[in-house]
C-alpha cells in the first residue's frame, strides 16, 4: 500500500530533450518536496509546496520547474536536461511540514541523461 | 548558513558490535532531528527522530541522543546485525518546515 508514487521509476531521455518525472500521495499532505539525490550523496532540496505556495531553494537551476495542480499530485519539470541532471530524483510529502514531523518518501525516480 | 556535517562517513563494525554516527548542526533554531535509513537503491526511510525539548530517545537497538549547547546529535546502533548495512542520513530543520540532510554515513556490518 504505496503512499507516496513516484513514476516512472526509470527514465532515460536525451540531452536536451524535456522530461517530467510525476509524484501522487494518498496521505491528503499539505507539503510535498522535491530533492535530487547523486550517487549516495545527501538528498538536495530543489523546492516544495505548502499547500498552492511555491518555495523555489536559492540555488535550484532555473531549468527545474514544478507543477502542483492539486493537493495529490505534483510534478517536476526539467526543461533542458543535461549530463550533471543524471540522479535519484525523489518526492516526500509531509503534513504540516516536514521540518517538524518528518518525510514520507516516495521510491524516487532514478533519471539517466544520454 | 544552514548546515549539518556527518561523520564518519563510512564506518565498518563487527556483528554484534555498537556503531555511533555524529551530526552537528550550525543554527540553535533547529528543534526536530531525524535519522533516515536508505538501502541501496531504495527510498530514505525514518528510523528514529528527537525533538529539541528531549535529550535521548530509544527504540530498542537504535537510539538518538542530542547535546543542544553543543549542537550536536548523535544515532547508536547495538547489537549491530547484517540488515543494519546502509547509508544513514542524519537531518534538521533549522527552524523551518523543510530538512537538511547531512552527507549520510555508509555502514556496513562485518558478519
Known amino acids: 500500500d504505496a503512499m507516496v508514487i513516484q513514476n516512472p521509476r526509470y527514465q532515460v531521455t536525451q540531452f536536451g530533450k524535456p522530461v517530467t518525472l510525476s509524484c501522487s500521495q494518498t496521505l491528503n499532505h499539505n507539503v510535498m518536496y522535491w530533492y535530487q539525490q547523486k550517487s549516495s550523496q545527501a538528498p538536495k532540496l530543489l523546492f516544495h509546496y505548502y499547500d498552492k505556495d511555491f518555495n523555489n531553494e536559492a540555488d535550484t537551476p532555473d531549468n527545474f520547474q514544478s507543477r502542483r495542480p492539486n493537493t495529490s499530485f505534483c510534478f517536476l519539470d526539467i526543461r533542458s536536461p543535461g549530463l550533471g541532471d543524471a540522479a535519484m530524483y525523489l518526492c516526500?510529502?509531509?503534513?504540516?511540514?516536514?521540518?517538524?514531523?518528518?518525510?514520507?518518501f516516495g521510491s524516487g525516480t532514478r533519471l539517466t541523461v544520454v | 548558513g544552514e548546515n549539518v556535517e556527518q561523520h564518519p562517513s563510512t564506518l565498518s563494525v563487527q556483528e554484534g558490535d555498537s556503531a555511533v554516527i555524529k551530526c552537528t548542526y550550525s543554527d540553535s533554531a533547529s528543534n526536530y532531528f531525524p535519522w533516515y535509513k536508505q538501502e541501496l537503491g531504495k527510498r530514505p526511510q525514518l528510523i528514529i527522530d528527537i525533538r529539541s525539548n528531549v535529550g535521548e530517545k530509544k527504540d530498542q537497538r537504535i537510539a538518538v541522543t542530542l547535546n543542544k549547547t553543543a549542537k550536536h546529535f548523535s544515532l547508536h546502533i547495538t547489537e549491530t546485525q547484517p540488515e543494519d548495512s546502509a547509508v544513514y542520513f542524519c537531518?534538521?530543520?533549522?527552524?523551518?518546515?523543510?530538512?537538511?540532510f547531512g552527507t549520510g554515513t555508509r555502514l556496513t556490518i562485518i558478519p
Open positions: 537531518a534538521t530543520n533549522f527552524g523551518n518546515e523543510k530538512l537538511t
Open positions: 516526500a510529502t509531509s503534513r504540516e511540514g516536514g521540518g517538524y514531523y518528518g518525510y514520507t
